[in-house]
């Protein structure tokens, strides 16, 4: 077992969770920063290179957890919690990609939160992937978004 321990915070404009876009064709655009703990500023070195990152933080708001969840996007319907974003999760860890806007000291100006304003930041990775977007799928999401179109 391992216990995770921040490496910074969210700064967000987003002060509710009812605040934050869901449903389907929600933009996340809002702009933030990750301000990560001064002991860890060295490992940003060379972060610049990148647009993109991969956010793994901490649903620290969020009250037990569901198995079957209810997303908005699909009118109600349930699903497997592992099929779906919901913060009700077993082990309450959120996974965001933001686009890196800029650096400055142990601070990263991002844009694509969609987190609430003091989420711990338990991780940053470059967003990388090497699955072309024609050989994706998009599961019960796909089929949400087919109906709301018809």
């Not at 915070?9 to 449903?23: M, V």
């Not at 940003?44 to 708001?61: A, E, K, M, P, Y």
Request: hydrophobic share 40%; net charge negative; aromatic share 8%.
């Amino acid at each position: 077992m391992f216990s995770a321990r921040p490496i910074g915070f969210i700064q967000s404009p987003y002060r509710e969770s009812s605040a934050i876009p869901k449903g389907l064709g929600a933009r996340h655009d809002a702009e933030g920063v990750i301000e990560l703990l001064r002991e860890f500023e060295p490992g940003l070195n060379d972060i610049d290179g990148f647009s993109h990152l991969f956010v793994l933080w901490q649903f620290d708001r969020a009250d037990g957890f569901d198995l079957i969840a209810h997303p908005p996007t699909d009118a109600g319907r349930p699903h497997g919690v592992f099929s779906t974003r919901s913060p009700r999760r077993p082990n309450p860890i959120g996974l965001t990609v933001v686009e890196l806007l800029r650096r400055e000291g142990s601070a990263l100006h991002v844009r694509g939160v969609d987190m609430l304003d003091g989420t711990p930041v338990l991780d940053i990775k470059p967003y990388l992937s090497s699955i072309p977007p024609e050989n994706l799928q998009r599961g019960w999401l796909a089929e949400a978004e087919a109906r709301k179109k018809a």
